[in-house]
Each structure stands twice: as C-alpha cells, then as structure tokens.
C-alpha cells in the first residue's frame, strides 16, 4: 500500500486548510487510517484523527477535537483533513497512515486505546505535507 499527503501551505491564523491523503493498493474497505503531525523540534509524532473505513467512524484527539475534520471519498480512494481555526501551534508535518490489524481490532472490540499512542500501531507513512500557520 501506498500513501501520499498533499495539501499543506502556508495560512493565517484562524484560517482553513484542507489537507489530501492519496490511497494506492488498498482492495477492501477493511482499512483505517490516521492523521498524524510532527511539530518542528518534536521528535514524536502527534496522533489527531482516525477514520474506521469499514464503519466510517472517526476519532480526535482533543488537541484538534471541535477544529479539524476527518473523511474519505471512496470513489477518490483518499482520506481528507479538513482543519479549520488553525492555530500557530498547529505548524507542523502532517502524515497520514495506516493501522495495522492489531489496532483495527482495537476498534473492531471497542478496546481502549489512547492518541498519545498510536503511532506504533501504523505504518505506511507518506513523506508528509508542511503546514504553516504565521501571520
């Protein structure tokens, strides 16, 4: 599988920004993917919202909860992330990724899981988009 980000740019604060992750040799709906961010001088990456594409249930972490939107065009094969009232905080790299089965039934059971995380449970990581909110 294959996962390609575009969409970042430059932006003022409170303003919007729509952010496309391209999905490549994903046959079944059975996948869930993640938005992640690595902010400058972080060495973590940040977990912020999960689309379950079997159920299209969606996940945020409550950095992002209320701001950014997470959903998916099947017929495009990408997963989007609307972000709305950015902040300067919100600059970072933003990835998107895909869980592993281990994670999927995580949700599949309802098990707890918490953002701070999830990043061990995904892989196939795009090379990220730079978001940058200056004014």
């Known amino acids: 599988v294959q996962l390609v980000e575009s969409g970042g740019g430059l932006v003022q604060p409170g303003g919007s920004l729509k952010l496309s992750c391209a999905l490549s040799?994903?046959?079944?709906?059975?996948?869930?993917i993640g938005w992640f961010r690595q902010a400058p001088g972080r060495e973590e990456r940040e977990g912020l919202a999960v689309i379950n594409a079997k159920d299209d249930k969606t996940y945020y972490s409550d950095s992002v909860k209320g701001r950014f939107t997470i959903s998916r065009d099947n017929a495009k094969m990408t997963v989007s992330l609307h972000m709305d009232s950015l902040k300067l905080d919100d600059t970072a790299i933003y990835y998107c990724a895909t869980a592993g089965e281990y994670f999927k039934n995580k949700l599949r059971f309802n098990e707890t899981w918490h953002f701070f995380d999830i990043v061990r449970y995904f892989s196939g990581w795009g090379p990220g988009t730079q978001v940058t909110v200056s004014s």
């Open positions: 040799g994903f046959t079944t709906n059975n996948y869930v």
